[in-house]
């Protein structure tokens, strides 16, 4: 068998790739395996969000709500290429929440978690206020401004996974866990190639069950345990319209079935409009927006905004299935965000199963999974909390450097426009210039696949952090998915289907050497 890593971890999400950067940077030997892309399921679909979670206050989550806010500022510092502060206006609603409760949220929110650089909560006079011009005249005349933070919940997740191999972990996509079992109290894990059907074994001591939606399908795969949780899939489904209004705050919308809905600037031309709380049966890689959801979220911002939203006006849709940790509740709005640990110890080796969870959480629930799993992980060289002010790649500058690292790439490469310059530093930071490399001219990038996407960004996509497919590239890497038309994506995917097989042919070529 040759390699026993310390860790072996199925699932290629925000949480796996969290615990899996954790646990390399403390000099574990770490092995991931994801069926799919990295960020192929619940990671992808979020509301771009790293908040506290302002309507978890309702539901008395104290700690889960200061946790997250004390996230929100150290994400932010260690990604500030992906992650930024984003202001959020609460309008005032006669018959729902009342002001009194709504401001001493919104006091607890400000100081619940520390907060240093955000800027705190105002109070809005809408009815005058640039931020009410988009809203119904004289309906709303009063609310909140205040703090959170966007993310690109992708890139996330990419960045972190590329972190733990440049730490020494092996992340392995397409390739698919198909059997657990223990021998001699070592963990056997058989993979299988999605593409090619061909099935390889790693062992390793310790196994982390972090496959979301599959959580219950990792643990009936021969681990010989009896899950004592059950997860529960809750659908959240989001519209993308084009851009609602001009200015760059988003909106939180109470609605009379006392959710909410956010209206966010989105990708500089669009409104990011969501989400929806349903419970979900089917299987979690087919899940879809519905016309009922859709129309359901039209009709929520219509209710705020003068000029209604219609189904007509989404140029996309998206759809997500949170694997929820089944703490009972009636309702799906109402289900914990909260995360829970399984271990389980069959044989003598730790399986840890993850249940639950929020984006904003990752970096603490890998602390706290490696916490469970110490006792068996031995030999590490990293104190707990490093992930906390190490960035992540490209993200070593300040806060507030992104306009600076635009104008040094203009300078040095002065054929890029500035919305290029500007896309490549929110997409990779430092790291902008190991995309475009030493090239002299546009051509130096070679083929232009249009909306700034070129041949040089693909390759890098393709070397360096396992972009596959086009779908890969302009949803997950990128959101270039959304400016780009169907053929230039078909032409895409066509020369990322023959780069690959002529490198596969490369390799071949010198194995046999």
């Given at each position: ?33 994801e069926?799919?892309?990295l960020?192929?399921?619940t ?15 309702e ?39 009342p ?13 619940l978690g520390?907060?240093?650089?955000l ?17 119904i ?6 609310g ?14 990419v960045l ?16 698919r ?5 223990q ?7 058989t993979?299988?190639?999605v ?27 021969g ?6 949780y059950?997860v ?5 489904s ?25 209206a ?20 979690p ?6 016309p ?22 989404v140029?996309?849709t ?9 703490d009972g509740a009636?309702?799906?709005k ?23 969870g ?8 890998a ?16 104190e707990?909390g490093?992930?906390?002010?190490q960035p ?7 806060v ?23 896309r ?31 041949e ?16 890969d590239?302009?949803?997950?890497r ?16 066509e ?6 097989a ?7 070529a010198?194995?046999?050497?």
């Amino acid at each position: 068998m040759g390699t026993v890593y310390d860790l072996a971890i199925i699932g290629g999400g925000i949480n796996g790739c969290g615990i899996a950067r954790d646990a390399a940077g403390r000099g574990h030997s770490v092995f991931l395996c994801e069926m799919n892309d990295l960020a192929s399921g619940t990671s992808s679909w979020s509301t771009k969000l790293i908040h506290g979670g302002l309507r978890y206050l309702e539901y008395f989550e104290f700690r889960l709500v200061r946790e997250a806010l004390i996230e929100r500022e150290r994400l932010w510092q260690i990604a500030p290429h992906i992650i930024g502060p984003l202001r959020f206006v609460l309008p005032h609603h006669d018959g729902l929440r009342p002001a009194w409760r709504l401001r001493l949220g919104l006091f607890l929110y400000d100081y619940l978690g520390g907060r240093k650089l955000l800027p705190p909560t105002r109070s809005v006079d809408l009815a005058h206020d640039e931020v009410g011009k988009p809203l119904i005249p004289g309906r709303y005349t009063k609310g909140f401004e205040y703090s959170d933070c966007f993310v690109d919940d992708a890139r996330l997740v990419v960045l972190t996974a590329r972190d733990a191999a440049e730490r020494g972990a092996e992340i392995r996509t397409r390739t698919r866990a198909v059997q657990v079992s223990q021998q001699g109290g070592i963990w056997q894990v058989t993979l299988e190639d999605v593409g090619s059907g061909a099935r390889s074994t790693i062992q390793a001591r310790a196994l982390v069950n972090a496959a979301g939606p599959w959580v219950e399908g990792v643990l009936g795969s021969g681990a010989g345990v009896d899950a004592r949780y059950k997860v529960r899939l809750v659908q959240g489904s989001h519209i993308v319209t084009r851009k609602l209004y001009d200015h760059d705050r988003a909106y939180i919308f109470q609605n009379a079935d006392g959710r909410i809905v956010f209206a966010i600037p989105y990708q500089g031309e669009f409104t990011l409009i969501g989400t929806t709380d349903r419970d979900y049966h089917g299987d979690p890689s087919q899940v879809k927006a519905t016309p009922e959801e859709i129309e359901y979220l039209c009709a929520a911002v219509s209710g705020y905004f003068a000029k209604p939203v219609t189904p007509a006006d989404v140029v996309w849709t998206f759809s997500g299935v949170r694997p929820l940790y089944d703490d009972g509740a009636s309702e799906a709005k109402a289900a914990t965000r909260d995360y829970v640990f399984e271990l389980d110890t069959p044989g003598g080796a730790p399986l840890l199963s993850i249940y639950g969870g929020k984006i904003t959480t990752y970096r603490r629930l890998a602390e706290e999974a490696l916490e469970k799993l110490s006792s068996y992980l031995k030999g590490g060289s990293a104190e707990q909390g490093w992930t906390a002010h190490q960035p992540l790649p490209g993200g070593d500058f300040p806060v507030d450097g992104a306009p600076v690292l635009i104008g040094d790439l203009l300078r040095d490469y002065p054929f890029l426009a500035s919305a290029h310059a500007s896309r490549l530093v929110h997409a990779y930071g430092t790291r902008a210039r190991d995309v475009l490399g030493s090239a002299k001219s546009a051509a130096d990038l070679g083929r232009d696949f249009g909306a700034t996407l070129t041949e040089a960004e693909v390759r890098y996509l393709m070397s360096r952090e396992w972009a596959c497919s086009a779908d890969d590239i302009v949803w997950r890497r990128s959101k270039l998915g959304l400016r780009l038309t169907p053929a230039a994506i078909a032409a895409l995917d066509e020369w990322v289907i023959v780069h690959r097989a002529a490198q596969a042919s490369l390799q071949q070529a010198g194995a046999s050497a």
